[in-house]
């Protein structure tokens, strides 16, 4: 992937105000959910979302950790899919490092509540569209 491309997907998944996240359910159909936009992102490779360890998605990852992620923007009707794995993560260093301030209005017990767990998705695949094109990339 080109430096050039990849700043655009970059953009792409740091600038979109909503994230869609795909999981497999217990059927094995995909399911698909809105929420807010991540956390952390560590280039294209790594990101990361803060969510309720007791959601249904949560659940959907524990059983098959198949994952991918969409972000687009409207305006330029320019879009990423991303496809790869999701981790739950529970440990506290995890926690802590996606907290922010107004997370007890979601965690009423703060950074150690049990209910709240953070999802790191790691990139195996990427297809864009922009510019009235696709183009897919593998990572290893």
């Given amino acids: 992937m080109d430096a050039k491309i990849k700043t655009l997907v970059e953009s792409l998944i740091m600038n979109a105000d909503t994230s869609f996240v795909g999981s497999v359910n217990d059927q094995g159909f995909p399911a ?10 560590d280039g294209i490779h790594a990101v990361y979302f803060s969510t309720n360890t007791s ?3 949560v659940t959907h990852f524990r ?3 198949k994952a991918c992620l969409y972000f687009c923007d409207r305006r330029s009707f320019q ?3 991303l496809q790869g794995f999701m981790e739950v ?4 260093d995890s926690k802590d490092m996606l907290w922010q301030e107004g997370d007890t209005l979601y ?4 950074v150690t509540d049990p209910d709240y767990c953070v999802l790191k998705f790691v990139t195996q695949s990427a297809r864009l569209y ?3 094109r696709t183009e897919s990339f593998l990572f290893a």
């Fill in 32 to 41: 698909i959910k809105a929420m807010l936009p991540p956390r952390k992102i």
């Fill in 130 to 132: 922009s510019d009235m």
């Fill in 55 to 57: 959601s249904l998605r």
């Fill in 89 to 92: 993560l529970e440990d506290q």
């Fill in 63 to 65: 059983n098959n950790p």
């Fill in 79 to 81: 879009g990423v899919m």
């Fill in 107 to 110: 965690y009423s017990g703060g």
